[in-house]
């Protein structure tokens, strides 16, 4: 009996050994979706940065991705919310009726992007897979002048294209949870126009996302 009981013991011991190797040299497996939030920062440049000149860490994004069977591709989405500002001491603001009011300017811009995506990735099934996308859609973005009390602003639509780089990153071979890191440069068709001398369009920016991803097979 006891002999029978050893060795029923060193087979559940040798089963669990084999399982673990296997495990730990299996490449992992390819989720067959993933959904991801994100903290974005965002650098504006281009005539955005006229605008805005400085860097803002205020958005996040949500976003999901469906692979195509058979191959390395997924499709999906990210929606966006992100918010850009900045203080001028002593600016003058000329208006379009030929008034020119000299005070403290504060500007901000928040958006709220909606863009369709396609990935490639290099290495699906491994614990970390780089990837190129490409995502395209609109935005909707609200741009504000206070000038003291005055709240000048103007809302517009528009057309983006975000080209992207990134890494999708299991926290296990098997894990269902992961992380995302990605940077992208944003062209759109956004413009700001508050007088005949203040006009800036075709908005542009650079983007660096940090997320954690809840993966499904």
Known sequence: MKKIFLFLILSVLLSVSVVAQEQSTSPGYKPSSYYTFAWNTLWTIGDFNKWVGNGSPAGFNFGGRYFIPGTNFAAGFNIQWQRVWQDYPQQTFYGDNGVALTA???????MVPFQAAIDYYFIPSKMISPYISLGIGGDYM?????????????????F??????GALIKFGAFSNFGAQIAFNYKWTTNQINFSNNDKFKNLQMLQ????LCYLLR
């Open 104 to 110: 403290v300017n504060y500007r901000f811009t928040w």
């Open 142 to 158: 609200e741009h504000h002048l206070l000038i003291q009390e005055l709240d000048i602003y103007k809302t517009y639509w528009d």
């Open 160 to 165: 983006s294209l975000t080209p992207e780089i």
């Open 208 to 211: 660096l996302r940090v997320g």
